[in-house]
Every structure is written in C-alpha cells, then in structure tokens.
C-alpha cells in the first residue's frame, strides 16, 4: 500500500501561480511513473500531467506551456507547478501513482488538493 499525501492547493487570482506538492511513502518512489489530474464540478476527471520514472513528460495541450511537472526522487515527491492560472483551471487536483509491476498492478490517488482560480 502506497499513501499520497497532497499539498499547495488555494485561491489564487487569474494569472498568479500555485505549486502542488505529492509526497509518496514507501522506499521506490524513483520507479514509480507519477500524474497529477484534474476533476472540475460536473466534468470527468483529466489527465494534466504526467512524468515517467525517467522524467520523461506530456501534457494536456490546456496547460502546455503554463504548468511543468518535476520530481525529486530523494524526497519522494512530485511537483506541479502551475503559472498563469486561469479560472478554467479551477478544480480539485489529484496525484496519482500509476499501476506497475512494483505495485503489483495497483494503482494509488491521493486525497486531491482545491485549486481555485477567481478575482
């Protein structure tokens, strides 16, 4: 069993900039291949970004080029840095741990972080 514990979410104004933290128990993280998405009132749940335990990247084309995500494998932690927010982006954000074989197929979410983007 993995715990996801999120952080950094809140009220921002149009165009400011948050930066969500997801810390991840557990002795291998740096195998792990890690995601942040995204669930607005009445919408599905999206992918927003996704990083390979190679930090390897993608991105839904809404964010490119406004919020990078980046891991510090010392400190079992993924980031989600988000710059220029709009109020589209307003959501509760969730970290997730994709199924692999060291989790023996299991995937994991974290508790999910409000982000909410208003003047």
């Known amino acids: 069993q993995v715990q996801l514990v999120e952080s950094g979410g809140g009220l921002v104004q149009p165009g400011g900039s948050l930066r969500l933290s997801c810390t991840a128990s557990g002795s291998i993280f740096t195998l792990y291949n890690m995601g942040w998405y995204r669930q607005a009132p009445g919408k599905q749940r999206e992918l927003v970004a996704r990083?390979?335990?190679?930090?390897?990247?993608n991105y839904a084309d809404s964010v490119k080029g406004r919020f990078t995500i980046s891991r510090e494998d010392a400190k079992n932690t993924v980031y989600l840095q988000m710059n220029s927010l709009k109020p589209d982006d307003t959501a509760v954000y969730y970290c997730n741990l994709e199924p692999s074989i060291w989790t023996k197929g299991l995937g994991f979410w974290g508790q999910g972080t409000q982000v909410t983007v208003s003047s």
């Open positions: 990083i390979t335990s190679g930090g390897s990247t």
